[in-house]
């Protein structure tokens, strides 16, 4: 499976985006695609994920603030990000069956 994620960039506090990731290759069915980040200094930590059926799972950080869906037609997820914070700055990668892509920059600063 190959992952591109895209729609990263620069933001100030409060403001949003949108994240998307589109899955290439051997997808299969039933699978769970997934967002995670990692902050300068830090280890990679989970954001949130989906399953194929539309349940969803958060991170405490995140809950309230982020949506993730996806379009199983397009094998496409999403991350809606609102009310960004500062400590949301990191590299944003996709996951899914054991394939990450190649992470995309959300800056959040004034």
């Known amino acids: 499976v190959q992952l591109q994620a895209s729609g990263g960039g620069s933001v100030q506090p409060g403001g949003s985006l949108r994240l998307s990731c589109a899955a290439f290759?051997?997808?299969?069915?039933?699978?769970?695609m997934a967002w995670h980040r990692q902050a300068p200094g830090k280890q990679r930590e989970f954001v949130a994920s989906?399953?194929?059926?539309?349940?969803?799972v958060y991170a405490d950080s995140v809950k309230g603030r982020f949506t993730i869906s996806r379009e199983n037609a397009k094998n496409t997820v999403y991350l809606e990000m609102n009310s960004l914070k500062p400590e949301d700055t990191a590299v944003y990668y996709c996951?899914?069956?054991?394939?990450w892509g190649q992470g995309t920059q959300v800056t959040v600063s004034s």
């Open positions: 996951y899914m069956r054991s394939s």
């Open positions: 989906v399953t194929a059926s539309g349940s969803t």
């Open positions: 290759g051997s997808i299969g069915s039933n699978n769970i």
